[in-house]
Each structure stands twice: as structure tokens, then as C-alpha cells.
């Protein structure tokens, strides 16, 4: 093959505008045509080729739950849906008057086990496990406050899969008069039950009075 | 006595309900007051008991964290 020959073949096959050359097999050259918009070029059976780029990481927010009014024996969050990777929990500012230590769990159900590192002036840690065990952070024991303003974050992986386990973590904080300001906590474990997770629990261990205030917002994360 | 209220919030259809807990959420709420009566009675006996301790040595809480630490 000459030179000059490779060049009309470059012309013959370049049609159209957005073709790429290349070769299908050893001096074989081929075009390719362009893809769509969004597309980016690939490899499929040792060849280049246009194919739709993989979605990216995306945060939905599926519910917003004002906490205002509501009795600190909940709520109870139910109808998650399970068309996410993980879920992601915000709690912000929730408060009541009064001594509450705080609670949360989900599919109430199943066997946790939940370590937790708590910083109050104690240094507390604990940890729990059994059917129906509901997360009881270390450091929002003795809360003995008014207004204290408990706030976290929450991550169950695959919570919708099958998994038999389903690993979690959590971090937060909240103001305590009683050890002259911010606490923190920090803690995992895992949720032994293969079904998906459904529903969520956030409440006081007390579950006496309402909630004066606070959000619950719950993602879901692909 | 009186059944406490709880809330739901089914994101199904997205509303909130509050309403007295049912047989079930009842039977397991008493179960986790008695738990943590034990709990804190427990607590309270045993803070009782270092009380007497730190007492009889006639030395305050702290104190006796600086001897420890």
C-alpha cells in the first residue's frame, strides 16, 4: 500500500462531520462516526466507539420531617424508598426541654450492633447490641439541658440490597449546659437483617413530651 | 395508663400522622421504660455507693480522678 493510496482511503472514508479514523484491524483503516451529544468515546471488542457517559454521583432529597410539635416518642419515618445506593440522615437542631438522651434506629426490628465514642467530659463509650436496639450515642447520655440542640449526620450503606449486613456511621454533636457547651459523638456498627431498609427512628429515650424544634432530612445517594 | 402518642411520617404520601401507639408500640414501650428504670436505678445506686466511698475517704470526685489519672 502506498502513501498516496492511504491518503483516499483517509478521504473516502471521513464522510461526514465529527468522523473519526481509525484501524478496525491491522492496516485496515475504518471510520468512525460521531456520537451523540454527552456521549464520550470507548473501547468495546478492542475497537474505539462512542458510548453514554456513566452517571455520576447524585444527592436526592427524599423527605424533609419537621420535628416542631411532634412527641419525642418518634417519628417514625416509613416508606423509604430503596432506589438509592445509600442513604444519608441529617438531623439539625433537634431540642426539647427537659433531660432526653437520643435514640435512632431503623426497621426496628433486626439486631444492631452499635459502638459509639462520645465526648461530653466523660469520655463515654459504649456499645449495644440485640433485636430492636436502637443507636443510643455515648455522648447524649445525661444530657441534663434544656435546649440541646442535637444535631448529626447518619450513612447506612447498601441499605436497600439484600446484604445480610449493613454497615452504618454516624457523627454529631449537641449543646450541654451541664458540661459548659458543645458535646461530640462519633460512632458505627452494623445492621444484621437482609431486608431493605425501610423506615427510621428518631426519638428520646424518655419518650415524654414533643419536640420544640429541629429537621430531619433524609437523602438518598447513588 | 394512658398510651403515648407517636408520629408517622409515611413518605409514601408524604403526610404525618399523630396518634396514640398501637398494642404493639405500647407492649414495647413499656418493656424499654422498665429497661431503663433497671438502668437508672442501677446508675443511682452506684453513684450512691462512690458518694460513700469518697466520703469515708473524706476526698471530692476530682480528687480522687487526679490520684487515679
Known amino acids: 500500500m502506498t502513501r498516496s493510496r492511504d491518503v483516499a482511503n483517509i478521504d473516502g472514508l471521513l464522510t461526514t462531520t465529527g468522523d473519526t479514523f481509525y484501524a478496525s484491524a491491522a492496516a485496515t483503516p475504518a471510520r468512525l462516526g460521531i456520537g451523540s451529544t454527552g456521549q464520550v468515546m470507548t473501547v468495546a471488542g478492542g475497537v474505539p466507539s462512542w458510548a453514554t457517559a456513566a452517571a455520576g454521583g447524585s444527592l436526592t432529597l427524599l423527605s424533609t420531617t419537621s420535628l416542631s410539635g411532634l412527641p419525642t416518642s418518634g417519628p417514625n419515618i416509613t416508606g423509604i424508598s430503596g432506589s438509592y445506593t445509600n442513604l444519608l440522615i441529617v438531623i439539625v437542631d433537634a431540642y426539647t426541654s427537659g433531660d432526653h438522651n437520643i435514640q435512632f434506629g431503623w426497621n426496628t426490628q433486626a439486631t444492631t450492633y452499635v459502638t459509639t465514642f462520645g465526648s461530653n467530659g466523660n469520655g463515654q463509650t459504649s456499645s449495644s447490641s440485640g433485636t430492636g436496639t436502637l443507636c443510643r450515642p455515648a455522648g447524649t447520655s445525661i444530657i441534663g439541658a434544656t435546649s440541646p440542640y442535637f444535631s448529626a449526620t447518619i450513612n447506612i450503606s447498601r441499605y436497600a440490597t439484600t446484604d445480610v449486613t449493613k454497615p452504618f456511621s454516624f457523627a454529631g454533636g449537641f449543646y450541654n449546659a451541664n458540661f459548659g457547651g458543645v458535646s461530640a459523638f462519633s460512632g458505627g456498627g452494623r445492621h444484621i437483617n437482609s431486608s431493605a431498609i425501610t423506615s427510621f427512628t428518631f426519638r428520646s429515650v424518655d419518650q415524654t413530651g414533643n419536640w420544640n424544634g429541629g429537621t430531619i432530612y433524609i437523602y438518598g445517594v447513588n | ?69
Request: proline letters at 1%.
Open chain 2, 1 to 69: 395508663m394512658t398510651k403515648p402518642m407517636i408520629a408517622i411520617h409515611d413518605l409514601t404520601i408524604d403526610e404525618i400522622t399523630t396518634r396514640k401507639m398501637n398494642a404493639e408500640e405500647f407492649a414495647q414501650y413499656q418493656s424499654e421504660m422498665t429497661s431503663l428504670k433497671v438502668e437508672r436505678d442501677f446508675a443511682a445506686t452506684n453513684n450512691a455507693e462512690k458518694q460513700a466511698i469518697l466520703d469515708q475517704l473524706g476526698i471530692t470526685a476530682e480528687q480522687a480522678k487526679l490520684l487515679l489519672s
